[in-house]
């Protein structure tokens, strides 16, 4: 700390943390915010009213609450006309949603796509297309506040640039600077890892509501994660830290696409699934699928099968265990199938594996948010301007439309 | 932010951000601290008289500077006056030292002690009566502000008790109390992993000073890791985070303390590099120097066993660098010896396991501090409370010394 804050500094952090708030927790009491936030209620109601002018938020009566006396004005955050579109790139699937603030999704497209290579001038066509369809729907006086992307790949956070998508075999493309010129909103597109944005997510609104440390596990065609250590997601040095799907489990395993052997994704994964099945369908969800039913079914190769990779994906999530000393670790995208169908298998071996220390305490769950975590994780990013600084990025965008 | 900080608190905060420049830096001038904490002269100038005048640092006149003009004051830790006493439990061997403010160690004395179980009534023993030696042969105006120790196991750091320690034979013992206690100076005794102090101490001042994100991998018995991301330790839920040693890289391998097989301890440090030599020698530092001069001079069984190491420590620093993309990892205690015979095998394995983008800038370095990383990290520890508030910490020493 170098000198006192200004009195603006402190407004300007005020308001976002009252934000935050409501954002976070959906409608909520001027008497609550004040003694959460520790301040008084004239104040509260002074940055209530600074939020409200510009649209953010509005105050009502709180329904019936059974308690005498003058009820508090409950503080709503303004959900129809305060909106972001996320937008998610995955190995089977573009998505995009519009949402609002608060967390509620008003509108969603899905189109699937195709495993393999993609153009990356087609995917930002039919991304642009989806937003736009998306903002014709919404109401005249909503406002677009934030772009964000989930991509199945490494991501350069700052500028938006895919370093290593192998799913979709882009290297290096300046994706987030092409998406900001097509949709040309005014609004610089954000993009982030699948998996870091779907830790977020489970943090925010699912599985892992308020823990400080949290794995979420990642399934597609490979494994990412997305690790929230002391409350912030793990970087490292330039951004690409959460690669667990490379962690090599098998030094004599499955050949992988990133020239090893033996990495946790393609012996836990979807494609480990597939092989230990001896299937030839193609791969994706589906296939997964229809391995976990053939399992319940009875049938004793897709069992083993399940069983096998189970035991992978225990030693990998040992290892985590280890490493990390999370208090939970979320399974999503198809690898929520595959722990529910292996979950006694994967127990058993964190239970072997992990230290007793690390481990007694840690918590296994499948994603709450299902297949939209990474979809509602973009959306937490593209709200990250608002949440910030609320009344000057309004005013930002405010003018930009005028 | 909740309010605005009071004028005393701010105080607080730069008396403690001028003492940790002075205790990294070694003396600054009056300028230099001027520019570097954005505060005019004469703040720095009332600063610095508040900590000389309760001895933590003394203002001189610098060495000849060459330039022209009235030199600016020289800000010195008062190092010979303020010290601390550091601790290191070990598996060979007990360690203790004197380390004046400013990082200098005034004073170390070290006992071998032989592998295995060990009463902790004896370790407490024998550690408070080095520290009653070196403390005895410190001038009598000296101030001892902080006792800190670093521990070769699992440690729950806000109350000092051992959870695990493998290599010394303890489970849940109450050591930081009972040191605390036998010690009797009046001060907590506080209690880290030794990893993890060593990840501080080379971040503070040695191979990685003032980096971000950071591993140090130190080699004892076993193997753990202080993990330093976004420049924070990283804890976990319980502070147990950093249990490398345990991730599995060798499903089919060597059987571990642990109960598992193939835990990377096993396979890649001192207990992998005398089972892969195929020696008898009792383990420890002196059958690893005694195998990397065989290898040395020739002896091909020697070469072979640290080659088939080094690929399994490559493993585990590539499954390492895919999960953290940290910017150097540092090889400490006998993995200092390990890496630096085997550190082609090291590379070459991270090259080919190891993503590009998580790698492309990584650094693989040997400690700077050498077999005092640990001890030296324990006095970083120990000077936790008078770095964090100078004036009130010496204060309450000086009054419970009255």
């Not at 003694?35 to 105050?59: C, H, K, P, Q, Y």
């Not at 949709?183 to 699912?206: P, S, W, Y």
């Not at 830290?241 to 004599?252: L, P, T």
């Not at 052997?261 to 193609?282: F, S």
């Amino acid at each position: 700390m170098r000198a006192a804050p200004s009195p603006d500094e402190i407004r300007k952090s005020n308001l976002a943390v009252l934000l935050r708030h409501v954002h976070r927790d959906g409608p909520v009491s001027r008497a609550t915010l004040a003694e959460r936030m520790g301040l008084n209620r004239s104040t509260i109601l002074a940055l209530t009213a600074d939020l409200a002018a510009v649209g953010l938020v509005r105050e009502e009566l709180p329904g019936q609450t059974g308690k005498a006396g003058r009820p508090s004005l409950v503080v709503r955050p303004e959900s129809e006309r305060v909106y972001v579109v996320a937008l998610d790139v995955g190995a089977d699937r573009l998505a995009a949603a519009r949402v609002g603030l608060g967390g509620s999704v008003l509108d969603q497209v899905e189109t699937a796509r195709p495993r393999g290579a993609f153009d990356p001038d087609d995917v930002i066509a039919a991304l642009a297309s989806m937003a736009r369809e998306m903002i014709g729907r919404a109401a005249p006086e909503a406002v677009c506040v934030g772009v964000g992307v989930a991509f199945c790949g490494m991501v350069r956070e700052e500028d938006g640039v895919v370093r290593y998508g192998p799913n979709i075999g882009w290297v290096d493309v300046p994706f987030g600077a092409s998406l900001t010129r097509e949709l040309d909103l005014g609004l610089r597109v954000a993009v982030g890892n699948n998996a870091n944005l779907g830790a977020l997510a489970e943090r925010e609104r699912g599985a892992g509501a308020g823990l400080s440390d949290l794995i979420y596990l990642h399934g597609d065609v490979g494994i990412g994660a997305g690790i929230i250590m002391g409350g912030r997601l793990l970087g490292g040095e330039g951004g690409y830290a959460g690669e667990v799907g490379h962690m090599i489990v098998n030094r004599n395993g499955r050949p992988c696409a990133c020239g090893s052997h033996g990495c946790l994704e393609v012996e836990a994964g979807e494609l480990g699934l597939i092989a230990a099945a001896g299937r030839d369908d193609p791969a994706g969800r589906a296939a997964v699928e229809a391995i976990v039913e053939a399992a319940a079914r009875g049938d004793s190769t897709a069992r083993d099968a399940l069983h096998q990779v189970g035991d992978w994906l225990g030693y990998g999530v040992a290892n985590l265990v280890n490493v990390f000393n999370p208090s939970m670790v979320v399974f999503g995208g198809v690898l929520r199938e595959i722990y529910l169908a292996s979950a006694a298998q994967v127990r058993s071996r964190v239970a072997v594996d992990a230290l007793l220390a690390v481990r007694e305490r840690v918590r296994l769950r499948t994603s709450a948010l299902g297949g939209d975590a990474t979809l509602l994780g973009a959306a937490e990013l593209a709200f990250t301007d608002v949440l910030t600084d609320p009344v000057q990025t309004l005013a930002r965008i405010s003018a930009a439309r005028a």
